[in-house]
């Protein structure tokens, strides 16, 4: 199971690697370039409810094999998206391999967490997720190596061309996507079918089809910790996703970090690194300490850390938004383990709108994009500060279990 969070961490990471190269492919606004967390991220908002369909139908194992073979069919597409040399064609290719991740989301989560007694569910799901966040934390050195190492021409040098040279340049580097991709499309295929062969427990008692009572996504959206929950999880993806998708273009910028957009993908790198390493040293601590105030205190700690960021420049403003990653580690899986806490066979329904609220990760980045072309990128940051604060009130308050619907 650690295997395939590995798998969609890497998959997903590699979007903070895309958005800096195809901006530059392009010629695209901050607001343009983050139209591809715009589509990966709201392919869970479209799909969950499906994805979470094709699960109670299929079984967590199952699901879980159809999740990787439709993510390494959307991996494939980026070949034609690269021939064709077509932004649209590489954000539906972006938009199929995200279906593939949210199916694997909507089984996987709920199962790491259902494996083992429920007061240690939110250390479990959180070392599962600390190898999410050792694929997160390899995908930007990949990405860096593969696609943007041949990219050292900034944007005035390109425009200078010859308009036959710009054309081949632009076109060289939509290609430098395509094998890596092709790669991972193979990886996924295989993945599917070593988990096919693979004996896992069935816990069809925590599924949709255990649940006799005729409950709805409203029965679990009504109740308190579920809703919260929800939006947590928003406002909890919208700000980790806002800070790594913009790194690279701020750490690249004259008063912050003033280097290479391969150099600043390193520190891409370390950000996720320090994620998995909070994962892991997280698990321990969530076996014997309450993660609801844990969840408020790393919480906190990353609103100083924005703050921080946002008021200064140099080496401080570079590792003050770096070390936002090690505090982020474990408020993902800790809010899930919450959202579904005491369900039972509302389970799979509340997993389902869980990973909905995902779609944070589009919309989030998206405003902050348009407001970075507005009043610059480092202002823009308030917008995470905004998410973290919320989360500093749902581990006070909004996730104490209350109301629960009756089975």
């Known amino acids: 199971m650690t295997t395939i969070f590995f798998m969609w961490g890497f998959l997903t990471c590699l979007n903070d690697i895309l958005i800096p190269h195809l901006k530059a492919v392009f010629e695209l606004s901050y607001a343009q370039a983050l139209l591809i ?42 070949w034609p998206a690269a021939a064709a040399h077509s932004y649209p064609a590489f954000l539906g290719a972006l938009f199929v391999l995200a279906t593939g991740i949210t199916v694997l989301q909507v089984a996987a989560n709920p199962y790491v967490a259902l494996l083992g007694p429920e007061k240690t569910s939110s250390s479990r799901l959180t070392l599962a997720q600390a190898l999410n966040s050792f694929g997160t934390a390899l995908a930007p050195l990949f990405g860096g190596f593969l696609i943007l190492s041949n990219q050292v021409r900034t944007a005035a040098d390109i425009n200078a061309m010859p308009a036959a040279e710009q054309l ?9 996507v395509q094998g890596p991709y092709i790669g991972l499309a193979v990886v996924l295929v295989l993945l599917a079918v070593f988990v096919y062969l693979f004996n896992l427990p069935a816990l069809k008692e925590t599924t949709e089809q255990a649940d006799t009572s005729n409950h709805t996504l409203m029965d679990a959206l009504r109740t308190p910790h579920v809703f919260f929950g929800v939006l947590a999880i928003f406002f909890y993806v919208g700000g980790e996703v806002s800070i790594g998708s913009f790194m690279v273009n701020y750490l690249s910028l004259p008063d912050i970090g003033n280097m290479s957009e391969q150099r600043a993908s390193h520190f891409v790198s370390f950000y996720w690194l320090g994620a998995m390493i909070g994962r892991f040293i997280g698990s321990s601590l ?113 996730s104490k279990v209350r109301n629960l619907p009756s089975t």
């Open 37 to 78: 967390q715009f589509t990966f991220f709201g392919a869970y908002f479209v799909m969950s409810l499906p994805a979470g369909r094709l699960v109670a139908h299929l079984g967590y194992k199952l699901g879980i094999v159809a999740g990787l073979v439709i993510a390494g069919i959307g991996a494939a597409i980026f």
């Open 168 to 176: 081949a340049y632009r076109t060289q580097e939509a290609h430098a």
């Open 286 to 398: 969530l076996a014997i300490l309450s993660p609801r105030k844990l969840l408020a205190a790393f919480a906190a700690v990353n609103m100083l850390l924005v703050v921080t960021t946002m008021s200064t420049s140099g080496t401080v403003a570079v590792y003050s938004i770096v070390a936002i990653g090690l505090f982020n580690s474990i408020m993902f899986p800790t809010i899930f383990a919450l959202g579904i806490e005491r369900l039972g066979p509302l389970t799979s329904k509340a997993s389902s709108l869980l990973i909905m609220a995902i779609v944070g990760g589009a919309l989030i980045p998206w405003l902050q994009g348009v407001i970075a072309d507005h009043i610059g990128l480092q202002h823009a940051f308030f917008l995470p500060l905004i998410c973290y604060a919320y989360i500093v009130f749902y581990g006070v308050s909004g």
